[in-house]
């Protein structure tokens, strides 16, 4: 439940602002469901009547993340995730406003159904929701959905989820459509026919395995072709989950040749490599595969340079009937709300990535990217804040988690640094109660 919204006022903190590559301690004061303040010294000079004074003792207080890339199951899939459920681990990690995906049953291919997701939400989650809609109907790659109606309805960006359309001919005049109402296209870039059988990279570990491997070509191919559609349309254009080297480098050159492009890595990929699946592990097998420890590598150098410019979950709950299977039969996906973040901190531990980079990644640069007012503690920003502990060191049990489905790769791993409050339009969403 959501406390009541007073005046909230977080004092003696270390202010993270990415939108601004600040840092610095004091206080910021909310009111109202907006920041009403965020310098050094409110609390010195006196606050509103009623205000409830937490005390942060240094913890980090930043904006609340933004995660672009979520499989909830409403409609049609509710035995996997609901808006409430997922909404419990979004703000349980710190994630106060959820992007879901539309490869829900039926798509969200219709604005009616942008409609009854945003209502839905209003009703029964305690994070802010929004959608992305399809790209083609039904996710068939041969028909373009109605762009422009679907975006007058509340839908953020395009996507047809984990599938990609294959149809060059068919993905230009989309671009061009999406174009002409300036909306932003959100393409899984992968192959389908180079993916063929594969369920891991491919390379010595996958024959060692004796499973299907699927080349690092299938998502580069696929990247270089839509660089050139979008050459073509000038879309705005987002890589939906870039894994290798081989896509950095495509990415690269269409910055520099000044293509409108951007583009994400999951947390999964920035944090696993393919050794992890280890003896057929199915929570490790996600799409696009984890890679090799060099492409994790590059992809955490490319968040460090602002090459990758959004950080996701890409949570995506499958239960247990289709998780304990043999590693070629069980179901691609891992979930990742609520353990993004903490995930995330093993950059900044380990890498070196910068604190406010990897925020930034996970909360102003989606909100910029998707036109959300989220991801700032300017004066005025909407009152979505998280509080971070750096320093707590725990080791996640599954069976803590909020989300219905369990099926996360860092189960019974150590983890440093978790949120211990999420504020969502000025309410408390979470605590964190320590044992």
């Not at 068939?140 to 001919?169: H, Y």
């Not at 191919?221 to 254009?237: F, Q």
């Not at 320093?391 to 996640?396: E, G, Q, R, Y």
């Not at 599954?398 to 309410?427: H, M, Q, W, Y």
Request: net charge negative.
């Amino acid at each position: 439940m959501l406390s009541d919204r007073r005046p909230i006022l977080l004092a003696n903190a270390r202010i993270v602002d990415p939108s601004r590559d600040l840092d610095f301690p004091g206080d910021v004061l909310m009111a109202d469901g907006v920041i009403r303040e965020a310098k050094r010294g409110i609390s010195a000079a006196g606050v509103p009547a009623g205000t409830e004074i937490v005390d942060c003792k240094g913890h980090i207080v930043a904006p609340g993340l933004i995660d672009i890339r979520a499989f909830v199951g409403e409609p049609g899939a509710e035995y996997r995730e609901t808006l409430a459920t997922a909404s419990q681990a979004a703000a349980a990690g710190g994630v106060t406003t959820i992007i879901c995906q539309p490869d829900t049953t039926p798509a969200i291919d219709d604005p009616a159904i942008v409609d009854f997701i945003l209502r839905r939400a209003r009703d029964t989650a305690i994070v802010h929701v929004q959608t992305m809609a399809a790209l083609t109907k039904n996710f068939e790659g041969q028909e373009m959905t109605e762009i422009g109606l679907l975006k007058a309805a509340g839908a953020v960006a395009f996507t047809d989820g984990a599938r990609s359309v294959t149809n060059a001919q068919v993905m230009r005049r989309t671009l061009t459509y999406a174009h002409d109402f300036d909306a932003l296209v959100v393409h899984h870039t992968e192959d389908p026919d180079l993916v063929g059988e594969g369920v891991m990279n491919e390379g010595e570990f996958a024959t060692r395995l004796g499973l299907h491997g699927i080349p690092t070509a299938a998502e580069a191919i696929m990247l270089e072709r839509d660089m050139r559609l979008v050459a073509l349309t000038g879309c705005r254009y987002h890589a939906a989950s870039i894994t290798c080297r081989q896509s950095l480098e495509i990415l690269q050159r269409a910055k520099e040749n000044g293509l409108p492009v951007t583009a994400s890595a999951s947390i999964n990929h920035l944090t696993l490599n393919q050794i992890d699946i280890g003896s057929y592990r199915t929570f490790f097998k996600v799409t696009p595969p984890l890679r090799a420890e060099e492409d994790r590598f590059a992809l955490v150098d490319a968040v460090s340079s602002g090459l990758i410019d959004v950080i996701m979950s890409d949570h995506n709950p499958q239960d247990v009937e289709t998780k304990r299977l043999p590693f070629a039969e069980a179901a691609p996906g891992a979930i990742g709300l609520e353990t993004m973040l903490a995930a995330g901190l093993r950059l900044v531990n380990n890498h070196g990535v910068r604190l406010t980079t990897l925020l930034g990644a996970m909360s102003s640069k989606p909100a910029e990217l998707l036109g959300l007012p989220g991801g700032t503690l300017r004066n005025g920003a909407p009152a979505d804040v998280i509080v971070i502990d750096p320093d707590i060191s725990w080791v996640l049990d599954p069976s803590d988690l909020k989300s219905k489905c369990k099926n996360t790769p860092f189960d019974e791993a150590r983890l440093e640094g978790r949120v211990v409050r999420t504020i969502v339009a000025g309410r408390t969403a979470y605590e964190y109660a320590s044992t």
